[in-house]
């Protein structure tokens, strides 16, 4: 049996910056993800997007919008959002989909944790949909804890939530600092 991995990701040329949702390189993440879930849930998943406000996503909100750049053209990213004062919710975590299978997403959302610990939160929140295995595998093997019965059948909880606790030994990730 032959394997037809993906080219592993070259640290040189990723780059992770703060961007807000205003920024014209989110444009493509927002509607490539509002797409998806509109294939994948047959609604439209675009107004599920803007059902928080762009500000939730700023510093001065408790929140972030990071872009991981790729020779500098956007090919992940991800935000939180805060949820309490305690905990940061992941929201948006998203692969360009010429890009999957690369580990984007890990990178993603370890860098997600590096900045929630930063800002001095100690737990990251998500919610996945139930027809999003691959989100729901990434959430698993990262070291989340499912907050719901792993045995059932996703379709019936209906919305996925996961927990992880941010301490000292959190992996964060490698790679350049900003």
Not at 161 to 171: G, I, N, Q, R, S
């Amino acid at each position: 049996m032959t394997s037809f991995a993906q080219p592993q990701i070259e640290e040189a040329e990723l780059t992770v910056v703060q961007v807000t949702v205003g920024d014209p390189r989110v444009a493509h993440l927002l509607r490539e993800l509002g797409d998806e879930y509109a294939t994948r849930y047959g609604r439209d998943a675009h107004a599920e997007l803007a059902r928080y406000p762009d500000e939730e996503f700023t510093a001065p909100h408790g929140g972030v919008l990071l872009l991981l750049l790729e020779r500098g053209e956007p090919v992940a990213g991800g935000a939180f959002r805060r949820h309490d004062p305690a905990t940061a919710e992941l929201k948006r975590i998203w692969t360009h989909s010429a890009h999957r299978r690369r580990g984007l997403a890990r990178r993603v959302v370890a860098e997600l944790e590096r900045e929630a610990a930063g800002r001095g939160y100690r737990r990251v929140y998500l919610t996945t949909g139930p027809r999003q295995p691959e989100a729901r595998g990434l959430y698993l093997a990262t070291g989340y804890t499912p907050l719901f019965d792993t045995a059932a059948d996703p379709e019936a909880i209906g919305l996925l939530p996961f927990e992880k606790h941010l301490t000292d030994a959190t992996p964060t990730g490698k790679g350049p600092a900003r």
